[in-house]
């Protein structure tokens, strides 16, 4: 049977975000290819007040969500953007910085919030990458649930992490590109 086309299951429930990379799978060995430098990213520099606007955007529950500067409290306070580049969620995807913070976007864009007991609001949805290995000759697809946690009296971002759950071998982009 064949499956459905990405296209046709972005609703309420679901939201899949595909981006092309070209960046090693999680647990690539470093002779599979070169590793991307870490962007810039946001300036949250020692000047940069917690409260400092990174970004915000309407959540799929038309709430707006800010993702601030924040700050960042060893050994594991903290919330913003220095809390989650403090513990280094979007190096222990093999991420640079510009793509965590898309994920983030699309994260609260296309899903819809759980309510947590603790005061937060988790959105947690799939991000998909699509590279070609040359080595191989055809195009992988690398799997993700991603989760951004929200305070909910106010919309700021806590925090936001990914785990990889799987690598697929597509062989060509169409096969990809279909949701399984």
Known sequence: ???????????????????????PPVGATDSSASVLPMSAGPNCGKRAKIYDRIWSVKAHDSRVVFLRCGEFQPPSGGW?????IGRQHPGQLGWDQDYFLWAMQQTVQGADPKDQSNG???????????????AAGSYFRDEYSFKVVVIRRNGDVLTAYGDYLRTTNCHTIERCKEYP
């Open 80 to 84: 913003g953007w220095r809390h989650i």
């Open 120 to 134: 937060t609001l988790l959105y947690y949805g799939p991000i998909l990458t699509i590279r070609f290995e040359k």
């Open 1 to 23: 049977m064949r499956g459905r086309r990405i296209g046709s299951c972005v609703g309420i429930l679901a939201f899949i975000a595909i981006s092309f990379v070209w960046s």
